[in-house]
């Protein structure tokens, strides 16, 4: 399939899901991230999650993050050249949407991205090789591609992988993982 197609059709089926089944489908995705998450990973970037768009349910990670006293960072977007910086996530910040809806900190401390041990990336759907479809604007390729050493990359998402996204790009970067509800997927 196409990643167009992907993307309204994943985009659809998410939404069709109603809000009890998400948090459900959510809790479950966040015990089995939480299962894989290995001791020495210490700094984890996590995208906070857009309600209006049915993402998965993020908090229940991060809160968990902050007990086990792991350093959470989330992205800022810059819609001008769409590219993202981390930033530090603490209990109690102060959170605004940006103009794509996307909660973002304010007064956050920015975070050396160097020190991120794994990025949890946002998707709509992801194929058998690990390669995602996301909201096609490129932002988490472009900011993967400026790491010089990858961080473990892990996409979370309320379905099973689809056989093969068929348009993949040179400037897509796979994950390393992918957690649905019930299977972790290993690339």
Same mark, same amino acid.
């Given at each position: 399939?196409?990643? #167009?197609?992907?993307?309204?059709?994943?985009?659809?089926?998410?939404?069709?899901?109603?809000?009890?089944?998400? @948090?459900?489908?959510?809790?479950?995705?966040? #015990? /089995?991230?939480? @299962?894989?998450?290995?001791? $020495?990973?210490?700094?984890? $970037?996590?995208?906070?999650?857009?309600?209006?768009?049915?993402?998965?349910? !993020?908090?229940?990670?991060?809160?968990?993050?902050?007990?086990?006293? /792991?350093?959470?960072?989330?992205?800022?977007? $810059?819609?001008?050249? !769409?590219?993202?910086?981390?930033?530090?996530?603490?209990?109690?910040?102060?959170?605004?949407?940006?103009?794509?809806?996307?909660?973002?900190?304010?007064?956050?401390?920015?975070?050396?991205?160097?020190?991120?041990?794994?990025?949890?990336?946002?998707?709509?759907?992801?194929?058998?090789? &690990?390669? /995602?479809?996301?909201?096609?604007? &490129?932002?988490?390729?472009?900011?993967?591609?400026?790491?010089?050493? @990858?961080?473990?990359?892990?996409?979370?998402?309320?379905?099973?992988?689809?056989?093969?996204?068929?348009? !993949? $790009?040179? #400037?897509?970067?796979?994950?390393?993982?992918?957690? #649905?509800?019930?299977?972790?997927? /290993?690339?």
């Amino acid at each position: 399939m196409l990643k #167009a197609e992907i993307r309204k059709q994943y985009l659809q089926k998410r939404l069709e899901l109603d809000s009890h089944s998400r @948090q459900v489908l959510s809790k479950k995705i966040a #015990a /089995r991230f939480l @299962q894989f998450l290995p001791d $020495h990973i210490f700094t984890i $970037h996590v995208y906070l999650p857009i309600e209006d768009r049915g993402e998965i349910d !993020t908090w229940p990670i991060i809160n968990k993050l902050w007990e086990m006293g /792991r350093n959470t960072v989330v992205p800022i977007m $810059h819609t001008g050249d !769409t590219s993202l910086s981390s930033w530090l996530l603490t209990p109690g910040a102060t959170l605004e949407k940006n103009s794509m809806g996307v909660p973002e900190p304010i007064g956050a401390e920015p975070a050396d991205k160097n020190v991120i041990d794994l990025v949890m990336v946002p998707l709509l759907a992801f194929d058998k090789r &690990g390669f /995602r479809v996301g909201y096609g604007k &490129g932002y988490y390729d472009r900011f993967l591609s400026s790491f010089e050493e @990858q961080p473990t990359k892990v996409g979370l998402s309320f379905f099973e992988p689809i056989d093969e996204i068929s348009d !993949t $790009h040179v #400037a897509d970067i796979p994950l390393d993982y992918g957690i #649905a509800p019930n299977e972790i997927f /290993r690339f």
